[in-house]
């Protein structure tokens, strides 16, 4: 099967495209498989690090959805976009991470799990401490507004969309988008004040 090239820029056509890879793959080809985890993997990726609570279960998360998608493509008939249906599947995923760690609590082996942690994370890579503080601000917004705001403002999903995946009204991701949109400003003019209250004179 000759696979058509993915576009440059996400939009509809991009969504066509990893959709028929997803339809194709259905039956078995190993060329639109190894098409559609390469297009989405990314996505479902920061989509798992920001919904989730343990950023350090984020490949565990991404392979497990992918692992659930696989196993269920058969089911799959195009009705959705393949991308709104897999992050779909990346939501399930998560929470049903986080009722497993709600149940089953880890015993960490060191008494200061959170500066070990922080050491074991790479330092110097571009944009890291920027990552670092959007990371921040994200989890400082409630889960339902973080979750809106990651589907339509960084992995680009139509509202629509976002909703499918939310299992909510498409009015209630706008209002949490905006919500959230309100608060990242907020936390970042505070910050700034903060940053120069706290500059030598």
Known sequence: MITPALPRSRDESTDQVITAWALAARTGDPVAVEHFVRALHRDVRRYVTY???DPQAADDLTQDTFLRALGSLHRFEGRSSA???LLSIARRAVI???RYTAARPRVSDTD?????AERAQPRGLPGFDDGVALADLL???PDERREAFVLTQLLGLPYADAA???NCPVGTVRSRVARARQALIERL????GAELVGAPA
């Open 112 to 116: 200061d799990w959170q500066s070990a």
């Open 83 to 85: 991308r709104t249906w």
């Open 164 to 166: 499918h995946v939310s």
């Open 96 to 98: 049903d991470n986080l």
């Open 51 to 53: 919904l989730g609570a």
């Open 189 to 192: 003019h505070a910050a700034e």
């Open 139 to 141: 989890a400082a917004l």
